[in-house]
């Protein structure tokens, strides 16, 4: 009898505690960028929470905002960019930011350092082909600041290996990802960040729905303390989480991980800015870029695109 009672209790016990399952939507595979999440499941951080998050690796074009929008998973990774965008299509269900990763855009151009060039403008005003997404925002910012491009643009179709075999081939990346495989190939690269011309987008943006946040804003809370715990422990101590996404992601090695952990830490550790925050004086600047793009009808307000959540 008391067997069966222990067995109950048991039982019980699983069903009171039993962690909430939760999904997380990634926008490309596992890389360090996302090396705070992983952190914060390794760490039990999640799990400290009474949370048993799926964290959903993407790729090329994993469309996370929609996603979100549509109900289909209950975070996600996106830009800030996308979410005013967003905004101005779906009025019904709308995303909202709620941790920032990265405080300056990683977004770069790079090109060959033999071709000599002094800044982007140069890029874009000289002979040569440029590999960029013609569609991408801070693509209309930069033809919009620079005029019609003299440089060759063709689509952008990932990878490095065009860049590796033609001198006079420059393409869009991420700071912490095509410079170093260039180089480990044997390029010599000159990295321009848009971020200096003007375009800064919040990226590596946690985000989720209005609906969650009014009728879950503990779990909110909860997501966001275990996410917080997180970014601080990945970087003050990336090696766990970086061995454990370069079995996730076999395109980079380790030490391709290693060196872009460091890489990112200026991007996302500011002086005086609390981790994850976010100003709306950035988001009225963005919003107001993309209206004078035409990219948007209406020019939002900024504390409609974000939520600043005490957790």
């Not at 999440?37 to 039990?44: D, H, M, Q």
């Amino acid at each position: 009898m008391k067997n069966v009672i222990l067995v109950f209790v048991l039982l019980c016990s699983t069903q009171i505690f039993a962690a909430q399952t939760v999904s997380l939507a990634l926008n490309w595979k596992a890389e360090p960028e996302f090396g705070g999440f992983y952190a914060a499941e390794l760490e039990g951080y999640f799990a400290q929470q009474g949370l048993k998050v799926d964290i959903i690796q993407g790729g090329s074009g994993t469309p996370t905002v929609q996603m979100l929008a549509n109900k289909k998973v209950d975070f996600a990774i996106v830009s800030a960019d996308e979410i005013i965008l967003s905004q101005d299509r779906n009025s019904k269900n709308k995303v909202k930011a709620l941790y920032a990763v990265y405080q300056t855009a990683p977004y770069i151009v790079m090109s060959h350092k033999e071709r000599g060039f002094k800044n982007l403008k140069e890029v874009f005003t000289s002979d040569g082909v440029l590999s960029m997404q013609s569609g991408l925002p801070y693509f209309q910012f930069l033809v919009k600041k620079f005029g019609k491009p003299k440089v060759k643009v063709v689509p952008y179709l990932g990878g490095v290996a065009n860049f590796i075999n033609d001198k006079n081939f420059s393409q869009q990346g991420f700071l912490t990802t095509e410079p170093l495989s260039a180089e480990k190939s044997g390029a010599k690269v000159q990295t321009f960040m848009i971020a200096d011309e003007g375009f800064n987008p919040y990226l590596v943006v946690l985000a989720t729905t209005e609906d969650t946040l009014k009728n879950k804003p503990d779990l909110v809370k909860k997501v966001l303390k275990a996410v917080d715990q997180g970014w601080k422990n990945y970087l003050s101590a990336p090696d766990k989480a970086n061995h454990y996404m370069a079995t996730l992601n076999k395109s980079l090695n380790l030490e391709t991980f290693k060196s872009a952990a460091e890489i990112q830490k200026p991007l996302i550790v500011v002086k005086d800015v609390k981790l994850g925050s976010m100003m709306e004086s950035r988001w009225d600047t963005l919003a107001s870029q993309l209206k004078d793009l035409g990219l948007i009808k209406i020019t939002p307000k900024a504390t409609d695109l974000f939520e600043t959540v005490n957790y």
